[in-house]
C-alpha cells in the first residue's frame, strides 16, 4: 500500500494536557503537527477532576519547599529530586501562564485563584494539610484542554486526529519519526521531523477495575520499548482510593479535600486510625491499602462486606452543587445515589502509571546501561503520564495536571530549539517496518481467540494478582496467564475486514500492547522485593532502604522477553540548599 509522508520540524504524538501545551509552546517556532488517536478533546485529561497542585499561597501560607518535600515523599523516595523540584518551583508561574491564556480558575471572595486540599499536600513539611490545589469546579482537566486546544489551533499546529501511530522511527539512535495510519480511511502515513514528542499518557486499562478512558492503552511506552528505549519503573502503579463500586469511576479527591470522609462498614471513620494527623487525606497509596485492609478484615460496607463509603452530605447540598456537580452527577448515574443526602460506595481503582520513558528533568529521553543512565537520546522527549522522572513510587493527587503543562511546555520549547539548531536526518532503509508487520498481523487475523476473550483474562489477573497488594507467587501465576495471553494473539480474530473506522482492528493493536504493558508490569513487581509506595509486597512488607532506592530500567528483548536493569534514583536537587529542607518561606 502507497504510504503518504509528511515532513514537520516537530511531530507530537497525543493531544492531551502534555501533547496540547507542547503543540501551542513549539507552533510558537517551528513548524509542528500533532497526531492522535481521537479527537484532541477526547484525550483522558477531559477527564481530570480535582485540579492542579501550586503553592501559590492563595489561601494560606505555601512555598515549593514544602511542595518539593511532599512530591519527594510522596513518591517514597524514588522521584528523581531535580526533576521533583523543577516541577515544583515552576509551579506558580505555570497557573498564571495557563490563567493567560484563558483557564477560567475559580475564585476566592478577593478575586485570588482559589485553591483547596488534596492527599499528601502538606505545609510545613508534614505538619498539616494545605489548600494547594487551584481548581475549575470538578471538571479542571476539561478547562485545561479545552484552553490548550485553542491556543494551539491558535498557534497553528496541525492536527492529525484520529491517526493511530504503530511505530516509532529510531534510526541508529536518533528518533526522527512515526509511522501512523489514518482510522478513517485506512490509509498510511509516514511522519519524518526533527524532533517528536511522545504524549500518549497512561495504561490504567490494564487492570479490570480502573479509571480509566478506553484509550489509556499504553501504546506510547510499548511502541518506545519496540524501538528499544526503557520504560522505568513499571511495576509502581496507582489505585486511586475512591472508585464508584461495581464501575471504577472515579470519584475525585476533591470530595475529601472539601470535607468528605470514609466509613467502614461499622460507620467508623477508621482512617483516624492508620493516619492520625492528615485522615482522609493521606497519600492514595496508603488510603487504598487501608480501604482494601478493611474489607480483607469483614469491616467493609454492603451486604457483601465488599466496599467503603464515602459520606459527603454535611457539607451542604448548595457547597456540593457549587464545588463537586460533576460528582453529583456521576454518583447519581453510576451509583443510583444523591450524595447531598447518602454516601457514595467506593473501592480502589486503578488510576495511575507512576512509572514511564525514562526522562531527564528536561524531558530528553535517556537511556544506556553499564552503569550509565543518562545518555540523551538525540530528537527524542517524553511528557505527561507516559513519561518518568517526577512521581517516582506514587503520584500526589493534582500533581499530574501540573506535570502536563510544566514538562508540555518545557519540551515544546526544547523540541523546537533542537529543530532549529539541526538538520533532518535521512530515515533508515526499513522505516515503518515493524508497524507494518503488527497490521498485518492482525489485518489478516483469521484465528480463534476475541478481544474480549484476551482482555478479560489479563485485566482479571492484573487486578486479582499484580493490584493493590502482591505476593511472589500471586505475580508469578500472572505472569504465567499473560504470557499463555500473549501466545493467544497468535490465534487471534479480527472479523471487521474494512478499512473504514475499523475498530476491531484497532482493539486488536490495542491488546498487544496492553500484554506488553502487563508483562513490564508483573516482571518488574516480581523483581522488586520490598514495599515502597504504590508497590506492595506482602511477602516484603518493608521498604528497604540500603537497597531499594533505584529506578526499574525495563526493556524489551528481541524474542519478546523482559530484561530488567536497574539505575540510580537522581537525589540532588538543582540547588544544594533546598533539599534536605530548610524551614523558609517566600
Ligand atoms: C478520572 C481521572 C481524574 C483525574 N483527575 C486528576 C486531577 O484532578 N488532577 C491531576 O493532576 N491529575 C488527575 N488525573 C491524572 C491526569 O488527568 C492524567 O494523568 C493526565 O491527564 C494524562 O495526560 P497526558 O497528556 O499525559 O495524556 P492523555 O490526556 O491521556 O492523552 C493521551 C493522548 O495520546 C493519544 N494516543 C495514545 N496512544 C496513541 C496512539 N497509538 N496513536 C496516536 N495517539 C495516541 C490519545 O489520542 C490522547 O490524545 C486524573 C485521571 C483520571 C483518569
Redesign the pocket.
Known amino acids: 500500500m502507497k504510504i503518504q509522508k509528511h515532513v514537520y520540524d516537530v511531530v507530537i504524538?497525543?493531544?492531551?494536557?502534555?501533547?496540547?501545551n507542547a503543540a501551542q509552546v513549539a507552533s510558537q517556532y517551528v513548524n509542528t503537527a500533532v497526531?492522535?488517536?481521537?479527537y484532541?478533546t477526547?484525550?483522558?485529561?477531559?477527564?481530570?477532576?480535582?485540579?492542579?497542585?501550586a503553592s501559590l499561597g492563595n489561601e494560606e501560607p505555601d512555598n515549593w519547599h514544602w511542595h518539593m518535600f511532599d512530591t519527594v515523599k510522596g513518591g517514597d523516595y524514588l522521584g528523581d529530586q531535580d526533576a521533583c523540584e523543577y516541577l515544583c518551583r515552576l509551579a506558580p508561574e505555570m497557573i498564571v501562564e495557563l490563567e493567560h491564556i484563558g483557564m477560567p480558575f475559580n475564585r476566592t471572595k478577593e478575586g485570588k485563584i482559589a485553591q483547596r486540599p488534596f492527599g499528601g499536600h502538606t505545609s510545613n513539611y508534614g505538619e498539616k494539610s494545605v489548600r494547594r490545589?487551584c481548581?475549575v469546579a470538578d471538571r479542571?482537566?476539561h478547562a485545561m484542554?479545552q484552553t490548550l486546544f485553542e491556543k494551539s489551533v491558535a498557534q497553528g499546529t496541525q492536527f492529525y486526529s484520529e491517526?493511530?501511530?504503530?511505530e516509532l522511527i529510531n534510526t541508529d539512535g536518533v528518533v526522527n519519526g512515526v509511522l501512523?495510519f489514518d482510522m478513517k480511511d485506512g490509509s498510511l502515513h509516514l511522519f519524518h521531523a526533527k524532533a517528536v514528542i511522545m504524549?500518549?499518557?497512561?495504561s490504567?486499562r490494564v487492570y479490570m477495575t480502573n479509571?480509566?478512558?478506553h484509550?489509556?492503552?499504553g501504546?506510547?511506552v510499548a511502541?518506545s520499548l519496540r524501538a528499544g528505549f526503557t520504560w522505568s519503573d513499571p511495576e509502581f502503579f496507582q489505585f486511586?482510593p475512591t472508585g464508584i463500586y461495581g464501575h471504577g469511576?472515579?470519584i475525585?479527591?476533591?470530595v475529601r479535600g472539601e470535607g468528605g470522609y470514609l466509613l467502614n462498614g461499622n460507620g467508623e471513620r477508621f482512617m483516624e486510625r492508620y493516619a492520625p494527623t492528615i485522615k482522609d487525606l493521606a497519600p492514595r497509596d496508603i488510603v487504598s491499602r487501608c480501604m482494601a485492609q478493611e474489607i480483607l478484615e469483614g469491616r467493609g460496607a454492603g451486604a457483601n462486606k465488599d466496599h467503603i463509603k464515602l459520606k459527603i452530605d454535611h457539607i451542604g447540598a448548595a457547597a456540593i452543587m457549587e464545588k463537586l456537580p460533576g460528582i453529583h452527577e456521576l454518583a447519581h448515574i453510576f451509583a443510583g445515589v444523591d450524595c447531598t443526602k447518602e454516601p457514595i460506595p467506593v473501592v480502589p481503582t486503578s488510576?495511575?502509571?507512576n512509572g514511564g520513558i525514562a526522562t531527564n528533568y528536561l524531558g530528553s529521553v535517556i537511556t544506556g546501561g553499564n552503569g550509565v543512565y543518562d545518555t540523551v537520546v538525540p530528537g527524542f522527549y517524553a511528557?505527561?503520564?507516559?513519561?518518568a522522572s517526577v512521581h517516582g513510587a506514587n503520584?500526589l493527587?493534582?500533581?499530574?495536571?501540573?506535570?502536563?503543562v510544566v514538562f508540555?511546555r518545557t519540551v515544546g520549547e526544547r523540541a523546537a530549539k533542537y529543530a532549529k539548531e539541526n538538520k533532518l536526518v535521512d530515515m533508515k532503509a526499513d522505516a515503518g517496518k515493524t508497524g507494518l508487520a503488527l497490521l498485518n498481523k492482525f489485518a489478516n487475523a483469521n484465528g480463534k481467540h476475541t478481544f474480549n476473550e484476551i482482555y478479560t483474562k489479563m485485566a482479571t489477573t492484573m487486578q486479582a494478582n499484580v493490584g493493590v497488594f502482591r505476593k511472589g507467587e500471586n505475580i508469578e501465576k500472572a505472569i504465567k496467564e499473560l504470557k499463555e495471553a500473549q501466545e493467544m494473539m497468535n490465534d487471534f480474530r479480527v472479523t471487521d475486514k474494512s478499512s473504514v473506522y475499523n475498530l476491531d482492528l484497532i482493539e486488536a493493536?490495542?491488546m498487544e500492547?496492553m500484554l506488553l504493558v502487563s508483562r513490564m508490569i508483573a516482571e518488574s513487581a516480581l523483581a522488586r522485593k520490598e514495599s515502597r509506595g504504590s508497590h506492595y509486597r506482602d511477602d516484603y512488607p518493608d521498604r528497604d532502604d540500603k537497597d531499594g532506592q533505584k529506578h526499574t530500567q525495563a526493556f524489551l528483548e528481541a524474542d519478546g522477553s523482559v530484561r530488567l536493569d536497574y539505575r540510580p534514583v537522581r537525589t540532588k536537587p538543582l540547588t544544594v540548599e533546598t533539599f534536605p529542607p530548610k524551614k523558609r518561606v517566600y
Request: aromatic share 6%.
Open positions: 504524538i497525543g493531544a492531551g494536557g502534555a501533547g496540547l497526531v492522535a488517536k481521537v484532541p477526547r484525550s483522558h485529561t477531559i477527564s481530570a477532576q480535582g485540579g492542579i497542585a490545589a481548581y479542571t482537566g484542554l491517526f493511530y501511530a504503530l501512523c504524549a500518549t499518557g497512561g490504567g479509571a480509566n478512558a484509550i489509556n492503552t501504546n506510547g511502541m486511586h469511576n472515579l475525585t479527591e476533591a488510576h495511575y502509571q511528557a505527561g503520564e507516559c513519561a503520584r493527587g493534582t500533581n499530574s495536571l501540573l506535570d502536563l508540555g493493536l490495542e500492547d
